[in-house]
């Protein structure tokens, strides 16, 4: 029974690969790839990685392909979309070669794939010790706030640094316009078309769903599946949606947008200071108050994920910063 | 806690919270928090450099879980090496930015374009943390997030450059990214069989597998990925736009210290995660031939180029050719005693550290000279040279260090490389040094000469404007990397010393 | 637990995925159609990672964290690349206009 899923569903993942890599429109191309989205994340429940399939569904195929989707709405038909760079002689002999090397990479690494001797990580029993004394009981989390969050605090990094870059894209290399304190993106666009009554009360209808859950994922990450950065991408799309049912959120934009994206690269740090000044290593948390540092590493974390997803999203609907 | 031990976190972590920081605060601010942090980037490297040089191997365990469940940061001699190297590289230029900061790339205002990018700052503390967390990192998987934060500010730094270096950032944007996947494939073959992240542990682990097939696969997916990232011919095609587009204060960071961060996590895989795999010698002859093929045809396109910036950036293409070449030398076995690889290894971080303090000159000398004349075409820089005898003297001093004439750490590096090669009776690589050699020093020539001609400047134009004082402090940037390039040839033993601490031999 | 050829035809989805990715990558010409083949690449990674996770009992943390950690930052490069690509086609629906060339 198993067998027969699996092997659907990765014939299923195969060929809306081939959809979005092949199409020639760019439509069919983004609509396919947030149907892939849609697909790895049920194989990744079936590899019983909950935690990943919930980051897949939010951030991954939620967030992220919804904006490819946008993208090629916005601008559907550039010159030469979809077609290979090739000369006009022989135009078939560089798809044919890619085909021809992609298929014979393909084989070699399956075997040696197949006939490695797979061995378990030696990180198991060590995790499942150390748990208690990171304050939180779900393994994922302790791995990701206490064991390894040298790696999740240079990500987090990544992601306020390149919601600092979209900003340099903008208007003014978004720093704030002179005394009025607005941040320079999206104020003076072209007006946005007219949404029906019935979506603005949607949006609204929804926003605070959409917040409960991601407050829940928030919470839900210390003892169950979720975390911070399942709930930011939850939190953005809220913010997303508020901003297309046209309301007003240039305030919070202005003046808080900046704050929350930096807040939790800056209290990381701090608090991976405190082990350095008990005279611990670096990013230590004490088994007394790990689990507060944790929380408060966590929750604003948190906030500095959804400010940088919704800058992202700021920015490339905002065609600001050409002209 | 030792304060060697705290400021191996300080140095990836303190620019990180910077850069956070500078993103709230207005333009002059930043500049002047920008200076301040590299002072204290460079203060926390000395403490590292002193203890390596005493000998001493410093680790940090994060958090205080070890490895494999934790990640550990090891403070090396290739670590210290290039921790130096790119605290000098950093503050000069970030020094260099805060003075002119029309070097900085060209953002839109209310109304029109206006060189200087307040983007700068944050990007660049941030490309620099990422930087030190590579060479520092002791743990394949973290190699990757800290070579991603580093492709990641790399890219951005590229478009602020304005609208003409936006192609070239996307374009670099997509290599960076396929060549972080490939490696991060490798990682997950590796640690498919070996349980563990840790470098030293996957060593041992990988010492006691019997078929190597799956190590060597590992290893060449990683080679490749890397080699994408570090842009060896024939993957070089992304670097020359994006590193001539590239702000004038960016361009030497990125041929400077970003590529090399890739080298060095190419460096920890071939040396210290993977013992000698049988098979490995045909990916480091394929290497080599490639690196050679690097030196010939990066320096004949560096010679047919007309504008100053891409010649600079063709020439950093055939540079990166020789450190490839010292690859199947790396892999030769005992010889009296001492492996004969550490001399060619000596000679490769010396080659790639030289190159970092010269090219750095280089193209900030090209930048200076485009933004202050409006373009870089050699054609219309003839004669810039007469109103700027300080910036033309450094320059020269740099051209003695990529043309590795003595004294300078090109010349221990291809000296080392020699010496290398005639103990494994590889004489084909001193063929290849002498080639290279004569043909840089004809594309320096070719890129310097114009500059000294005796040429009647048109008085409106803007070379013949006069010089402010605060174009005099942006030579005297120049200058430092002139002097530093010849100075540190006189280091060439201390290097050897250091690399000596937490070999992998 | 997971049974052993399960996790090697995921495997070999994943390989799929990788490879043709990178060749769709480096052939095509269309801005976006180059990104999405990227991020195809690297679903068929995290995919390899996730599928070596499921041989432990009860799916290996530290590998999820890792695959959640590079999902954040296909993410953020993404973001990135589309921001360019939005910029690269204005400036072409401009006519190429502007004082810096």
């Excluded at chain 1, 839900?220 to 913010?239: H, I, N, P, Y």
């Excluded at chain 2, 041929?255 to 098979?279: D, E, N």
Aim: net charge neutral; hydrophobic share 55%; with cysteine.
């Amino acid at each position: 029974m198993s067998t027969v899923l699996d092997l659907g569903l990765g014939v299923a993942v195969l060929i809306v690969t081939g959809l979005s890599l092949l199409a020639r429109s760019r439509l069919v191309m983004s609509m396919s790839f947030l149907v892939l989205g849609v697909l790895v994340a049920i194989v990744w429940l079936r590899l019983s990685s909950l935690d990943v399939a919930l980051a897949e569904a939010a951030i991954g195929t939620g967030l992220l392909s919804a904006l490819l989707v946008w993208l090629a709405v916005r601008s559907p038909l550039p010159p030469g979309a979809g077609r290979m760079e090739t000369s006009h002689r022989l135009r078939w002999l560089r798809p044919a070669v890619g085909l021809v090397a992609g298929t014979v990479l393909t084989v070699v690494t399956a075997a040696v794939w197949v006939r490695a001797d797979h061995r378990l990580p030696a990180w198991g029993e060590p995790a499942q010790a150390q748990l208690p004394d990171t304050g939180v009981e779900h393994p994922i989390t302790g791995v990701l706030l206490a064991f390894r969050a040298y790696d999740t605090l240079l990500e987090s990094g990544i992601l306020m640094l390149t919601a600092a870059a979209v900003l340099a894209l903008s208007r003014r290399g978004g720093l704030s316009a002179g005394s009025t304190h607005q941040l320079s993106i999206h104020q003076a666009s072209a007006a946005l078309p007219p949404v029906p009554a019935t979506l603005s009360w949607a949006a609204r209808m929804l926003t605070p769903a959409l917040v409960l859950l991601g407050l829940w994922l928030l919470f839900a990450g210390s003892t169950d599946s979720g975390g911070a950065f399942q709930s930011g991408a939850v939190l953005a799309a809220a913010l997303i949606l508020l901003h297309c049912a046209q309301v007003d959120l240039r305030v919070f934009q202005a003046r808080w947008l900046r704050p929350l994206l930096v807040g939790g690269v800056v209290v990381f740090v701090l608090a991976g200071l405190v082990g350095p000044l008990l005279g611990l290593p670096w990013l230590s948390w004490e088994p007394e108050w790990a689990f507060a540092a944790v929380l408060v590493v966590e929750v604003l974390l948190t906030a500095g994920i959804t400010a940088g997803l919704y800058a992202l999203f700021l920015a490339l609907e905002n065609p600001e910063g050409v002209r | 806690m030792t304060f060697t031990q705290f400021s191996l976190g300080a140095l990836a972590l303190l620019p990180l919270l910077a850069a956070a920081l500078t993103m709230l605060l207005p333009h002059p601010v930043r500049r002047a928090l920008g200076v301040l942090v590299a002072l204290l980037v460079a203060g926390f490297t000395a403490p590292v450099l002193g203890s390596v040089t005493s000998g001493e191997l410093t680790e940090l365990v994060l958090g205080g879980f070890d490895a494999p469940l934790g990640i550990h940061l090891r403070g090396d001699g290739l670590a210290a090496v290039f921790l130096g190297v790119t605290s000098l590289v950093g503050v000069v230029v970030t020094g260099y930015a805060a003075v002119l900061p029309k070097s900085t790339g060209a953002h839109l205002s209310a109304t029109s374009w206006v060189t200087s990018h307040p983007g700068f700052w944050p990007l660049w503390l941030g490309c620099w943390s990422g930087l030190n967390a590579v060479y520092l990192s002791g743990d394949l998987f973290n190699l990757y997030v800290s070579l991603e934060l580093v492709g990641l500010t790399a890219v951005a730094l590229v478009a602020v450059g304005g609208q003409s270096a936006w192609e070239p950032a996307l374009r670099y944007l997509f290599i960076a990214v396929l060549g972080s996947l490939m490696f991060l494939a490798g990682v997950g073959l590796l640690a498919a069989v070996t349980g563990t992240l840790d470098l030293h542990q996957t060593r041992s682990q990988l010492d006691e597998l019997e078929d190597p097939t799956l190590p060597l696969l590992a290893l060449t997916l990683i080679t490749v990925g890397l080699a994408m990232k570090v842009a060896l011919l024939p993957m070089h095609r992304w670097l020359v736009p994006a590193h001539s587009a590239a702000p004038s204060a960016v361009s030497p960071i990125l041929s400077g210290v970003v590529i090399k961060a890739a080298l060095v996590v190419l460096l920890r895989c071939w040396l210290w995660a993977l013992p000698a795999v049988p098979g490995m010698q045909w990916l480091a002859w394929l290497l080599g031939g490639l690196g050679v093929a690097a030196v010939l045809v990066g320096s004949v396109l560096a010679l047919r180029q007309d504008r100053l910036k891409p010649l600079v950036a063709y020439s950093t293409v055939a540079q990166i050719g020789y450190w490839f070449v010292a690859f199947p030398l790396l892999l030769h076995g005992e010889h009296d005693g001492a492996p004969l690889g550490s001399g060619a290894y000596n000679g490769l971080v010396a080659l790639a550290a030289g190159h970092a303090i010269a090219k750095a000159g280089l193209f900030t000398a090209a930048g200076f000279l485009k933004d202050r004349c409006g373009t870089d075409k050699m054609s219309a820089l003839r004669g810039a040279g007469a109103h700027h005898p300080v910036l033309i003297l450094a320059m020269g001093m740099c051209a003695v260090g990529l043309l590795g004439l003595p004294i300078s750490l090109g010349f221990t590096g291809k000296w080392q490389l020699a010496t290398a090669a005639v103990g494994a009776e590889q004489w084909w690589v001193l063929l290849v040094v002498a080639a290279g050699t004569l043909l840089s020093a004809a594309y320096l020539l070719r890129g310097i000469a114009p500059l000294l001609l005796q040429a009647e400047v048109p008085e409106n134009a803007p070379a013949a404007g006069p010089v402010r004082g605060r174009e005099r402090l942006g030579e005297i940037a120049v200058l430092i990397f002139g002097v530093a390039t010849i100075g540190t040839g006189l280091l060439g033993a201390w290097l050897g010393d250091l690399l000596e601490v937490g070999a992998w031999w | 637990m997971v049974s052993v050829d399960t996790i090697s035809w995921y495997l070999l989805v994943s390989t799929v995925m990788i490879i043709f990715g990178t060749v769709r990558l480096l052939l095509v010409r269309d801005l976006l159609a180059r990104l999405i083949a990227l991020d195809v690449t690297g679903i068929g990674v995290l995919l390899a990672l996730v599928a070596l996770a499921a041989r432990s009992e009860s799916s290996d943390p530290v590998l999820q964290a890792l695959v959640i950690t590079g999902l954040v930052i296909a993410v953020a490069f993404t973001g990135l690349g589309a921001v360019l690509i939005r910029r690269i086609e204005g400036l072409r629906e401009d006519g190429g206009g502007g004082d810096r060339s």
